[in-house]
């Protein structure tokens, strides 16, 4: 052999070693258990289901009496089209076989392993690639460009790097393809060919839909039997149809139908939608090829040209290859739900990419040697061209979409819910459930499904002694329809979300179940309202429980008279004293130094962490009012009346102005500061805004509470504020009484 040739042997060797490189790459970026896509997390609770040595194809995720409870009232993590509801238990939509040879490297690696079987079975498929293409006679060169071709410029490798199973399919039906080959070249034996077919069966078990592939392999089986009378095709046939009903009988037995919980999607569906349906799902299926495998296109215009040219010669098997591929594309459409979902290329297709790259290198070579100069150059030139785009989109934009993905989509927030003190979490989206499965082992997940009540959840929650919980919004906000909650059921159930964080799609929230805020109403409205026969109701006992209570107030009463009238504003160059005059209609500012005042000096320090821009209470916008000085603590109410002007440029007009408003109060106890959040409203011209007052100060069961007389308008309600280590937080605010 000369020196050349043994070159040439090595080359494909030294491809496939770059190509293992590359793929450890993508692994190494596989940082915890998050998938790039949901299905993932529902195959993993399985693998461990089996890890457990619970060998059932029932989906049993472990958790507590009353959480299973829940899942059977209708806040299961998962529905259709994912995992169904059989009378024996919930079952996946995925094969079983993947999962059960995964469980191994599961036990033995931890997550890690659930990767071995992705790669092993890519890397295989390289080799026997390979040897598909040497036994085809492909001269060396071309063998090892396309070869570069599979590995670089098509999607399989990126799905080297991601937990799925169709590396493992990829693999399997390749093998039919590659007896079809060799059976070609030379006859095999019997049990040979029984082997060769059993395997190719096994495809139906890893993707379902791959049926069409075995069916088109059998069909030109019995074609070849006929015209050559070899008894391998038969054992071949016999091998292929072995392992397919084996897995309709498994279904049968498993879900009580042949085609297994999977094609529930389409079982039912007309043949009017399906015809549709189909359609659109194979076109985008061979747009998304070109997209994904731009060496397509030097396929279609060289099969062109040849067909033109009118070569009768084309070698074998180029007519087998694209019988093969063309019925699959035309005939799968009919047994698919949809067009993939989140995915790298038409996942449900690229089965067929190691055949139009083995399709690709005879076509080559055959231009190579036959080809018109002009056309030879032409056509190498878009085939260079194509395969150089191929390698861009997959092996450049596919790891950086891979390694992005596996970074930011999932990762951030299933380290946030791991570290989060609550146990429950309730997802809107069943997607979201999927993905975080590695929580599910500290968590326990519930699927608010659209148009369901979160009142019986909630009520469960609180009753098992959960006060909080994680709410996660996939790819919308709290308050827009799309969350599945309702605002009714939020006040009824007594709920108040705290916006915590977003992590790509995911919005986190964390709900508070404020439960006991009927019952405080109760207290009070029992301890703190008379009858009135004006208003309902009345208040009464203000400062019950607060001994002698001093108060200050900031704002002078007296400095108006029949001429005038006074208000205190917040101008953008500080605090002023307004003073109108009706009849000369002008008006008279007189700057104000709140801080200076002896009644407050002693807390301004306490004040800091509120006089500042995060808290939104600025020290030259808020204007004090009152501060009361009672036997349990100290209160500071104040306001903001702002307009957005300074001194110099007010008018009088700018008073009938609709300005933003707030009022809100500071508790002062044991030298801490305790305040609640700032609600933001506007003040009216002829309404006004509205004013708080301090009522009382008490405590129930163990829990001390800050009462509060707010008047809005013609409305008098009570705020009922509760003291936590966080703050004020509002349980509840009731009218009880007004014109």
Request: proline share 4%; with cysteine.
């Amino acid at each position: 052999m000369s020196a050349e040739k043994k070159r040439c042997s090595w080359l494909p060797f030294i491809i496939m070693a770059c190509g293992i490189f590359y793929t450890f790459y993508l692994l190494s970026h596989v940082a915890d258990e998050v998938f790039y896509s949901g299905d993932g997390g529902l195959k993993t609770l399985l693998i461990k289901q089996f890890a457990r040595g619970e060998l059932r194809a029932a989906l049993d995720i472990p958790a507590p009496a009353w959480v299973k409870n829940l899942w059977e009232k209708g806040y299961y993590p998962f529905d259709p089209p994912f995992v169904y509801r059989l009378p024996s238990g919930n079952y996946t939509a995925f094969s079983l076989l993947f999962p059960l040879l995964s469980t191994p490297f599961f036990k033995l690696l931890g997550f890690k392993g659930l990767y071995i079987l992705p790669a092993l079975f890519l890397w295989l498929l390289w080799l026997r690639f390979l040897l598909a293409a040497r036994k085809l006679g492909l001269q060396e060169k071309i063998s090892t460009i396309i070869l570069a071709v599979l590995i670089f410029a098509t999607p399989l490798t990126i799905y080297g790097g991601i937990f799925w199973e169709h590396t493992f399919g990829f693999f399997l039906a390749f093998w039919g393809l590659e007896f079809l080959v060799n059976q070609g070249q030379k006859e095999i034996s019997r049990w040979k060919a029984l082997t060769w077919g059993i395997i190719s069966g096994l495809i139906v078990w890893i993707r379902s839909e791959t049926v069409c592939l075995v069916a088109v392999y059998c069909l030109l089986g019995i074609y070849f039997y006929f015209k050559s009378q070899q008894s391998s095709w038969i054992y071949f046939l016999i091998g292929s149809l072995a392992s397919v009903l084996l897995y309709y009988s498994a279904n049968l037995i498993i879900s009580g139908h042949p085609l297994g919980v999977h094609s529930f999607q389409v079982i039912g569906d007309t043949m009017g939608k399906r015809f549709f349906q189909s359609s659109d799902i194979f076109l985008f299926s061979l747009t998304r090829l070109m997209i994904f495998m731009p060496v397509l296109i030097f396929i279609i215009l060289a099969l062109i040209v040849l067909y033109l040219q009118k070569k009768r010669e084309i070698p074998f098997p180029v007519s087998y290859l694209i019988l093969i591929s063309g019925v699959f594309l035309i005939l799968v459409p009919f047994l698919l739900p949809n067009t993939g979902g989140k995915q790298w290329g038409p996942r449900y297709v690229l089965v067929l990419v190691p055949i139009f790259v083995l399709l690709a290198g005879i076509l080559l070579e055959f231009i190579l040697k036959a080809g018109k100069k002009f056309l030879k150059y032409a056509l190498l030139s878009i085939f260079i061209i194509s395969s150089a785009l191929g390698l861009y989109k997959n092996s450049y934009v596919g790891a950086a979409t891979l390694i992005k993905d596996y970074r930011d989509r999932v990762k951030p927030a299933l380290d946030f819910i791991r570290h989060s003190q609550n146990s429950c979490v309730i997802v809107n989206n069943q997607y979201v459930a999927q993905e975080l499965e590695a929580a599910f082992e500290q968590k326990y997940f519930f699927y608010l499904r659209p148009n369901s009540s979160l009142l019986p959840l909630i009520s469960e929650i609180f009753e098992k002694g959960y006060e909080h919980f994680l709410f996660l919004s996939y790819q919308s906000q709290l308050g827009r329809t799309e969350m599945n909650v309702s605002a009714r059921d939020v006040r009824l159930a007594g709920i108040k979300f705290h916006y915590l964080a977003k992590y790509s799609d995911y919005y986190l929230y964390e709900g508070e179940i404020l439960a006991k805020a009927q019952e405080v109403e109760d207290y009070v409205r029992e301890t703190y309202l008379v009858p009135d026969k004006i208003y309902g109701f009345a208040p009464a006992h203000q400062y019950k429980n607060l001994g002698k209570v001093n108060i200050h107030s900031f704002l002078p009463e007296n400095r108006a008279d029949e001429t005038s009238f006074v208000q205190y504003l917040a101008l953008d160059d500080g605090i002023y004293l307004v003073r109108y005059y009706y009849k000369l209609t002008k008006i008279t500012l007189e700057k104000v130094d709140q801080m200076k005042d002896p009644r407050i000096y002693k807390f301004q320090g306490i004040m800091e962490q509120f006089l500042s821009p995060k808290n939104r209470y600025l020290a030259k916008e808020i204007i004090f009012e009152n501060f009361i000085t009672t036997k349990k603590g100290n209160f500071l109410f104040f306001i903001l009346k702002k307009i957005k002007t300074n001194s110099k440029d007010f008018k009088p007009e700018d008073l009938n102005k609709e300005r933003i408003f707030w009022q809100s109060f500071i508790y002062f106890q044991n030298e801490q500061a305790f305040g609640p959040s700032v609600e933001v409203s506007r003040e009216d011209s002829d309404t006004g805004g509205y004013d708080r007052s301090l009522w009382d100060i008490f405590s129930h069961k163990s829990h001390e509470y800050i009462l509060i007389y707010k008047i809005v308008y013609e409305s008098h309600n009570f705020e009922i504020f509760e003291k936590t280590a966080k703050g004020l937080t509002k349980v509840q605010e009731f009218s009880f009484g007004g014109l």
